[in-house]
T-cell receptor
Framework: DTEVTQTPKHLVMGMTNKKSLKCEQH?????MYWYKQKAKKPPELMFV???????INESVPSRFSPECPNSSLLNLHLHALQPEDSALYLC???????????????FGQGTRLTVV | LAKTTQPISMDSYEGQEVNITCSHN???????ITWYQQFPSQGPRFIIQ???TKVTNEVASLFIPADRKSSTLSLPRVSLSDTAVYYC????????????FGSGTRLQVQP
């Protein structure tokens, strides 16, 4: 299994809602990542988990709350988002170090989030 | 930080070879060079990775000169389905630079 599975694929939420994005991988990767991508822009790193511990938070607003319940699962909890948070949210996983298997990181298909 | 510079866009025709060059003057000794491809509304996909000289796999070649200050991704005989954004990443095995994306090159392949 060489897939990173993200659910849901699409999400529309109001500014007062609480929702969660889910990411799952079964490749035994010990590094997992969340990215935000706006149209025609590169993916922007948000969080990195290494061995289920948060290792990098790129000064992301607290309305985004990541969680790594186990080595296969990564969640992103959303609360009180703004319309400008509408974007494609990508999850990725990789070995650590990332070059270990010469296959780079694996990305999910993303969740298209619209905040209304 | 090893900032990368790539052309914003490139055009090609089906059947041609495409070379996309990435400049990374401040590359560190423990940095690798990795290229990803991304189609609209999909996650990036790993293409190729290298440290020095030349690397080839079933889809691309990566040329890295001795000073490692640049690299060139070579796509042989492109097809319409190669129309995508190509990102050059330079970084070590762990940490924020391991998977930080630059601006990318938008490749448009024409029939």
């Amino acid at each position: 299994d060489t897939e990173v599975t993200q659910t849901p694929k699409h999400l529309v939420m109001g500014m007062t809602n609480k929702k969660s994005l889910k990411c799952e991988q079964h490749m035994g990767h010990r590094a997992m990542y969340w990215y935000k991508q706006k149209a025609k822009k590169p993916p922007e790193l948000m969080f990195v988990y290494s061995y289920e511990k948060l290792s990098i938070n790129e000064s992301v607003p607290s309305r985004f709350s990541p969680e790594c319940p186990n080595s296969s699962l990564l969640n992103l909890h959303l609360h009180a988002l703004q319309p400008e948070d509408s974007a494609l949210y990508l999850c990725a996983s990789s070995p650590t170090p990332i070059q270990e298997l010469n296959r780079g990181a694996f990305f999910g298909q993303g969740t298209r989030l619209t905040v209304v | 930080l090893a900032k990368t510079t790539q052309p914003i866009s490139m055009d090609s025709y089906e059947g041609q070879e495409v070379n996309i060059t990435c400049s990374h003057n401040n590359i560190a000794t423990n940095d690798y060079i990795t290229w990803y491809q991304q189609f609209p509304s999909q996650g990036p996909r790993f293409i190729i990775q290298g440290y020095k000289t030349k690397v080839t796999n079933e889809v691309a070649s990566l040329f890295i000169p001795a000073d490692r200050k640049s690299s060139t991704l070579s796509l042989p005989r492109v097809s319409l389905s190669d129309t995508a954004v190509y990102y050059c990443l330079v970084g070590p095995g762990t940490g924020r630079r391991a998977l930080t994306f630059g601006s990318g090159t938008r490749l448009q392949v024409q029939p």
